[in-house]
């Protein structure tokens, strides 16, 4: 009965459920959904303990999205190397599967597009922009909805950037932002934000710089105020470089929601961030 609040904070735009509704999550969908929801939350030791037992549970399914779902989260902490793995036993899980579509993309073409996104996104940050570029391509072709149409702006954006194109960075931002602006889903608009935020300023046009510092403004808004963790502090990171005035106010930010992000995080998760170039290491 939790389904529709959980999916809801998961995808749309309702509340963060109270911590009764995750820890009751029953079904197994049920508990995706609560990890998806509890990794938004920065929780990633609770994410970790639902997703790991998914990936064991028998449903194939369930069992590819949740292993991407734990790369992600391995990714917002800087694990790029240690999440590789879990995206490609996700699309191996997935390869073969067939399914009803499910309107989020918790169906057999979203769980293959998740994989292969987490795929380019992890070989991106490995310095492997060619296939980074191929695995974005197949992930395309997954038709899959509108939840990779999102996350494939975001990499595409990523790539670009990476690759030194800021300009040829901006469609696949506003692909995303517009995407998750239209589907109304809160936390892909904040993160889609940032993306277009940084996509814009690294275009290097005029007009970019007010229209960067007020989606960044938006975005550290919408994640302090809806609790958003896992968003909350690289916002701050990115309005650190947007504001230099207040750079020092919102690195203090950022060292505050990181402190009480790793307290949350698993042993994994919290070797991950130490190890990681992308994260500031709080009091450091």
Same mark, same amino acid.
């Given at each position: 009965m939790h389904e529709p609040a959980l999916r809801a904070a998961a995808f749309g735009s309702g509340p963060l459920p109270a911590p009764a509704v995750t820890r009751g999550a029953v079904s197994l969908r049920e508990r995706l959904l609560a990890a998806v929801v509890l990794?938004?939350?920065g929780r990633y030791a609770a994410a970790a303990t639902l997703l790991? %037992?998914?990936r064991r549970a028998g449903d194939p399914l369930l069992a590819s999205l949740a292993a991407s779902t734990r790369a992600s989260h391995l990714r917002q902490l800087g694990g790029h190397r240690r999440a590789r793995p879990l995206d490609g036993a996700a699309f191996a899980t997935a390869a073969p599967l067939e399914s009803e579509p499910d309107p989020d993309g918790l169906d057999a073409a979203g769980a293959r597009a998740d994989a292969l996104l987490g795929l380019?996104?992890?070989?991106? %940050?490995l310095g492997r922009l060619t296939a980074a570029r191929r695995l974005a391509g197949r992930a395309r072709a997954e038709d899959a909805g509108w939840r990779a149409e999102v996350r494939g702006g975001w990499v595409g954006a990523e790539i670009e950037l990476a690759a030194g194109q800021g300009a040829d960075a901006v469609p696949h931002a506003e692909r995303a932002w517009e995407t998750a602006l239209a589907r109304g889903a809160r936390r892909h608009t904040v993160k889609s934000g940032i993306v277009l935020a940084v996509a814009l300023r690294a275009a290097g046009a005029p007009d970019h710089r007010k229209i960067s510092d007020d989606l960044v403004g938006n975005a550290m808004a919408t994640a302090e105020e809806c609790e958003l963790l896992s968003l909350s502090w690289p916002a701050a990171l990115v309005a650190?470089?947007?504001?230099?005035g207040h750079a020092e106010e919102y690195r203090f930010r950022v060292a505050q929601v990181l402190h009480a992000v790793l307290r949350s995080a698993d042993p994994c998760g919290r070797r991950v961030a130490g190890e990681s170039p992308w994260v500031p290491v709080p009091g450091g």
């Amino acid at each position: 009965m939790h389904e529709p609040a959980l999916r809801a904070a998961a995808f749309g735009s309702g509340p963060l459920p109270a911590p009764a509704v995750t820890r009751g999550a029953v079904s197994l969908r049920e508990r995706l959904l609560a990890a998806v929801v509890l990794g938004a939350e920065g929780r990633y030791a609770a994410a970790a303990t639902l997703l790991d %037992a998914l990936r064991r549970a028998g449903d194939p399914l369930l069992a590819s999205l949740a292993a991407s779902t734990r790369a992600s989260h391995l990714r917002q902490l800087g694990g790029h190397r240690r999440a590789r793995p879990l995206d490609g036993a996700a699309f191996a899980t997935a390869a073969p599967l067939e399914s009803e579509p499910d309107p989020d993309g918790l169906d057999a073409a979203g769980a293959r597009a998740d994989a292969l996104l987490g795929l380019a996104a992890d070989n991106l %940050a490995l310095g492997r922009l060619t296939a980074a570029r191929r695995l974005a391509g197949r992930a395309r072709a997954e038709d899959a909805g509108w939840r990779a149409e999102v996350r494939g702006g975001w990499v595409g954006a990523e790539i670009e950037l990476a690759a030194g194109q800021g300009a040829d960075a901006v469609p696949h931002a506003e692909r995303a932002w517009e995407t998750a602006l239209a589907r109304g889903a809160r936390r892909h608009t904040v993160k889609s934000g940032i993306v277009l935020a940084v996509a814009l300023r690294a275009a290097g046009a005029p007009d970019h710089r007010k229209i960067s510092d007020d989606l960044v403004g938006n975005a550290m808004a919408t994640a302090e105020e809806c609790e958003l963790l896992s968003l909350s502090w690289p916002a701050a990171l990115v309005a650190a470089d947007l504001r230099p005035g207040h750079a020092e106010e919102y690195r203090f930010r950022v060292a505050q929601v990181l402190h009480a992000v790793l307290r949350s995080a698993d042993p994994c998760g919290r070797r991950v961030a130490g190890e990681s170039p992308w994260v500031p290491v709080p009091g450091g």
